[in-house]
Structures are given as C-alpha cells and as structure tokens.
C-alpha cells in the first residue's frame, strides 16, 4: 500500500435503514469520497457491514430476527449479494469497479493464509479494484468468528499497512458517557493513551442490529494504534464523512493517535492476528529481562504453563501477578515443556504489551 493509505469500515446501523434494507445514499456518500482520495493517490480498502440485516430484510417476512448461529449464516448468504450488489452499483455512479473479499480468522491466525490475503487485496489495487471486505459469515465457525468488524477492519489495516483506520457509525465518535444515559455527555476529540475511563464511556450496540458497539470499536482502536495506524470514529451519515475524518476536521469525530513506536508487520501479525493457544506465568526476573534488556523467554524463568499448545502456537505472557505482559511463539510444547529447549519464546518472536 502507498503511505497515504486508509482502511474505512462501515457499520451495519448506517449500511442499512430502519427496515434492514440497503442505506443507499450511504452507500453512494462512502463511493463518492473513496474515488476522490483514490484520485489524490490514497489506497482505499472498505470493509462493510450489514449482511445479515439486509439478508432478513429479504427473507423474515417482519418476523423477529433469529437468535441462532445455523439460521443467521444462512441469512449472511441471502444478505451478501445484496449487499455486494448495492456497493457495485454505488461505485458504479462514480465509474469505479469493486472486488469482493470474504475473510475468515484462519486467514489472519495462518502465516500463509495471511500473507495470500495480502496479495489478493494488493493485486485488487493494481487492478485498480475497490476491495470490499466482509467476514465470511456464511461459512464462519461460530467460536472462532471474529465477532465484529471492527476488529476485523483493524487487522486489515495492519494487514495492508495501512495509515488510516475510520469507523464510520451511529454515533458522533466516543462520548464521554452513553448519551442514552447521561444527556450531558460530550465528545471525546483526541485520544492518545487508552486507560479505564475510555472503556467506561464506551457502551454496548446503540442499534441492537450490529455486533460491535463502542466498546468493540475502542478495542479496535487499541490495537490499530498500536501498529502505528491513526484511528478515527466518526458519523457515517455526515456529507463526506470520510474525507472529514482523514482532514481532522475539529469537532467532527474521535482521533486516536499512534504509538511512536509502529510494530513490525509480523509483530502486529503475533500481538493480535493469531488466537492464543495458552499462557505461560513468569517469575520476576524473567519480566525484568523481557521488559528491560529485550532478552529471549527462557525456560528457567516460566514457573506454570496453561493450555495445549504445540511449537509454533502463540501463547500470553503473564507476569507474577497474573496481568498479560506479553504475547509470543512458543518453541516447545506442553507436553514436551519440561524437556524441550532452554528458550520457549525467543525475542524475535516475542511482542510486549505494556510500557515498563
């Protein structure tokens, strides 16, 4: 991707209207400012919401939406095409092609899977494709589904190394309370340190249609963040909302800044693509030597081990007290932990996190 390169996701409140159905002129905003960047020399991917909304707006017959996982992938098969169908079209107004890209977590947990989704999204730009991305819901295996989009619009843009992340949603950005709770709550313009008052103010769906919320959204947020990526909350339904969040316009939206300290590709890929198969608890001076000297994880300095998981398997580093400092590739497993190699995670393959 170009330096100048953004990940906006839609939400599924703003993808589609208070009868499930397809928000058009949403649709045709979003289409109109991604065309215009492109045309500046941005490199645009968007990941959408709304599948399953618009699926049971088809097919429910106003009947209540179903709870079950087996009913609601049914429902994202019959609600993906529609909206595939809608994207297509609202680009088309501004004569730009659009490629569609399901994911799934194993894409991001396997290295290799991984770096091909990369090529596809990359190959797309070349092609001068608008990529639009959703979870692949129809086939996704309830447990390991990621849940919401934020989470997934966040490991795209680490994914394409993107500069941008913008959320587009309901809201006019991260509050200082639930509006719908506290009619004095204001918003939050800027944030450069996440701590216990931001996920305070961050409260569940507005909409009850999505899975995310804010809370899902300061999360992807974080870890946007941490791999050097600025993030930007902000209201889908505003005139160019998009290119009002990537100008910094005052009042308009949250802006998340980044560590100065961008992770590695492959470190942004340990920290938050790949699942934790188990936990190892070290002693204190292990922690003194991972947080202070940037040494290797040696087997003397673990003093439990959690989990079933084999060499190559990621697992959280926890320290004496039990709070996770850390997250790495294990090079033995637990059953062969004790007579496995002096190093459990070497440095290269370990990511603190948290500041010393």
Do not use: C
């Not at 399901?102 to 797309?124: E, I």
């Amino acid at each position: 991707m170009t330096s100048r390169s953004v990940v906006v996701k839609i939400g599924t409140s703003s993808v589609t209207d208070d009868d499930g159905n397809v928000a058009y002129d949403v649709l045709v905003n979003v289409a109109a400012d991604v065309v215009a960047l492109r045309g500046e020399g941005w490199s645009v991917v968007v990941v959408t919401s709304g599948a399953i909304t618009a699926g049971w707006s088809e097919v429910g017959n106003a009947r209540p939406r179903p709870r079950d996982a087996v009913t609601l992938q049914a429902v994202s098969a019959v609600g993906q095409p529609l909206l595939m169908h809608a994207w297509r079209n609202a680009f088309g107004e501004h004569g730009a092609a659009v490629g569609q890209v399901l994911l799934a977590p194993l894409d991001f947990s396997h290295r290799g899977q991984y770096l091909h989704a990369r090529g596809t999204l990359q190959a797309l730009a070349t092609l001068n494709v608008v990529a639009i991305v959703n979870e692949n819901d129809a086939v996704a295996d309830e447990e390991i589904r990621f849940g919401d989009n934020d989470r997934l619009a966040a490991l795209v843009a680490n994914l394409v190394g993107a500069s941008h992340l913008v959320l587009l949603t309901d809201t006019d950005g991260l509050l200082t309370a639930d509006p719908r709770l506290d009619a004095s709550a204001t918003l939050i313009e800027e944030v450069t340190a996440f701590d216990a008052d931001l996920v305070e103010a961050a409260g569940s769906s507005r909409s009850g249609v999505g899975s995310g919320g804010m809370a899902s959204k300061l999360a992807a947020a974080h870890m946007a963040t941490w791999s050097g990526v600025t993030t930007v909350i902000a209201p889908a339904r505003s005139s160019h909302a998009l290119r009002q969040a990537l100008e910094g316009r005052p009042g308009f939206g949250t802006t998340f800044f980044p560590r100065s300290e961008r992770l590695s590709a492959r470190k942004s890929w340990i920290a938050f693509a790949v699942a934790s198969q188990g936990s190892l608890t070290i002693n204190e001076g292990a922690l003194q030597a991972l947080e202070h000297h940037g040494r290797s994880l040696l087997r003397v300095g673990v003093e439990s081990h959690a989990g079933s998981f084999v060499e190559g398997d990621a697992v959280d580093v926890k320290g004496p007290d039990g709070a996770t400092v850390a997250k790495g590739l294990v090079r033995v497993s637990a059953e062969s932990f004790k007579d496995g190699e002096d190093v459990v995670v070497h440095r290269d393959d370990l990511v603190l996190l948290r500041r010393p």
